[in-house]
């Protein structure tokens, strides 16, 4: 009995050690700009550009954020992170005002990626950054799958930490331009309301009303900041959403809250251009080059009135 004791108590030990010797060195790992991802995170937290953007993978692929800069003789850093949406901008904004405040905000708002229930789950993987800034250990929180109690463990907290301490990044910002064309037979693919359940539409509505509330949260970081913000809908190949089902809450809540939506969805110049597409919600490189022109000469003219 004694000898399973002390295997017991040895086992827990060698866990223990090796579970402080992975906080330590995923810790100090994690405050570098040089490894992916999070990286990505620490650099956008420190910059110092005169127009920040946010957003999703539409984010990350569409604003080149060079030609914006030669466009409107600002600095710009395109903070654009794909699969992740309102959750994550508001995380990095809120971090990067307490040490710089952009003139511009632009945050692209995808309104199937806030239709996605796995805005939830993929906040687990922003765990790590959970010790280091205040505002992920508030978005974290935002998971029904959070544990507190596990967060105390390191093996837990940076589970998600291996891949991105190895992996080099030298991009000056999340700016990824596509390459290749979508198919003119490309089958599209549209929003169906009745792919889901009632309890599918129950989870889906109570997600969407959470981020609505934190793009409200970023409205107000701008607006006590003395920040220029621009919601914006990048283009798509087709309108995804045809009958406006998945649009439907946002552009409720922006009416109701007064916020004006740059929408480019249905604008003829980028509508069935395949060969401005990579696939049907991304442009490929030249088209993110002619939506960024475009966009900079919306910004003009919404300046202007």
Known sequence: MKKYIKYIFVSILFFLIADIIIGFVSYSKLKSPDIYFFGEINKAIADTSQIFILGSSRAECHYNSKELQLLSGKSVFNAGAGGYGVFYSYAILKERLKLNLPQIVVLDVEPTIMFDIKQFGILTRLQPMADIYPSFNEIVKLNPDYHPF?????????????????????????????????????????????????????????????????????????????????????????????????????????????????????????????????????????????????????LVTIDEK
């Not at 907290?157 to 030298?170: D, E, H, L, Q």
């Not at 700016?175 to 003119?184: A, Y």
């Not at 004006?260 to 993110?288: S, W």
């Open 150 to 298: 596990l967060m105390f463990f390191n093996t837990y907290k940076y589970n998600s930490t291996a891949y991105n301490i190895v992996t080099k990044v030298n991009k000056y910002d999340s700016f990824n331009s596509l390459n290749g064309t979508i198919s003119k037979d490309q089958k599209i693919g549209y929003y169906d309301p009745y792919e889901f359940s009632s309890n599918d539409l129950k989870t889906i509505d109570n997600g969407y009303t959470k981020q609505l509330l934190y793009i409200d949260k970023i409205y107000a970081l701008c607006q006590d900041n003395g920040i220029k913000l621009y919601f914006v809908t990048s283009p798509a190949y087709v309108d995804y959403d045809k009958d406006n089902i998945i649009k439907m809450p946002l552009r409720r809540h922006f009416k109701n809250k007064g916020y004006q939506l740059i929408d480019f969805v249905e604008d003829k110049r980028f509508d069935h251009q395949n060969l401005l597409f990579k696939d049907q919600m991304h442009l490929n490189g030249n088209g993110a080059k002619l939506f960024t022109k475009a966009f900079a000469d919306s």
